[in-house]
Nanobody, 124 residues
Framework: QVQLVESGGGLVQAGGSLRLSCAAS????????MAWFRQAPGKEREFVAG????????FYADSVKGRFTISRDNAKNTVYLQMNSLKPEDTAVYYC?????????????????WGQGTQVTVSS
């Protein structure tokens, strides 16, 4: 059974930074893509960033390009999301997701496993 555990969320002022981590267990981490999604109150869960199985390719939502960076450490079975220049509209619960393939997708239904989520709140 795959388990994903996020950490690193919190309260930060606009313009600040946070780094989220997602520790994975239960399957060979390096064989699969990983991604981050977020869900704000009253809104649907949306794709934020994804990274291929080896880490060579990354993908971002337009709303976070140039501010967020996804990375992974396959030796530690962990994926990260570095968030800089945070805005109040980035406030949401952030989830890491694990799909069944080597390339990430922006489609929620292509993800087999999810973490419990970590709250990020950006004050203005």
């Amino acid at each position: 059974q795959v388990q994903l555990v996020e950490s690193g969320g919190g309260l930060v002022q606009a313009g600040g930074s946070l780094r989220l981590s997602c520790a994975a267990s239960g399957r060979t981490f390096s064989n699969y893509a990983m991604a981050w999604f977020r869900q704000a109150p009253g809104k649907e869960r949306e794709f934020v960033a994804g990274i291929s199985w080896g880490g060579a390719s990354t993908f971002y939502a337009d709303s976070v390009k140039g501010r967020f960076t996804i990375s992974r450490d396959n030796a530690k079975n962990t994926v990260y999301l570095q968030m800089n220049s945070l805005k109040p509209e980035d406030t949401a619960v952030y989830y890491c997701g694990a799909p069944s393939g080597r390339w990430p997708s922006s489609r929620i239904d292509e993800y087999d496993y999810w973490g419990q989520g970590t709250q990020v709140t950006v004050s203005s």
